[in-house]
């Protein structure tokens, strides 16, 4: 069964056995038998392409559309090993002190909007490794949601403007009849007033 599915997990998330997201495989290659070889991820952080061994799969979630691999550093982009989202205790741990700055720094000097950019800008330097997975593997997932509506509506799209396209011919040909027509009884008016002066 694992066999069977690493030979088809194009798309699939690949995540380590810790829950760190890794990348996405790009491409699958196959042996002469049909079995997958090798894996070829993109990672999420920024796009690199890095060859997977398939014995480094521990397991494929299909439903999922996910597959879990044993990290080793050939493997595993930078902080792979680093949660996914920063835990509650690490978010407690930041907001107690923060907290106790804001309230002696304001109590001090009232530079409470000082005190919070200086806060702010210490736990994105730290934390940015982290966001920027979460924002790569969300993008990854709206990626590969909306590329078969996508597809779709662009299908939708087409037919809609074929029969628009067609709808603006006739009307246009049916508006030159017309003209045409008015434009010879006008004539033929004009000629009969003629040989009637």
Known sequence: MLAYWLGRCEGFDLVSTEGSQLGVVDQVMLDDAGHARALVM???LLGRRRIVDPRLVEAVVPERESIAVRVEPA???RNARKPLLPGGRRLRAGLVPLLRSLSSAGARSGSLAFVASRWAVSRLRRDLPVVVRVLGRATAAATRWARPRVTALAHLAGAALVGVAVLVVAIARELALALRAYR???????ARRRAAA
Do not use: F, I, L
């Open 42 to 44: 993109r990672t999420v």
């Open 75 to 77: 493997v595993s982009p």
């Open 184 to 190: 010879e009884a006008r004539a033929r008016e004009a």
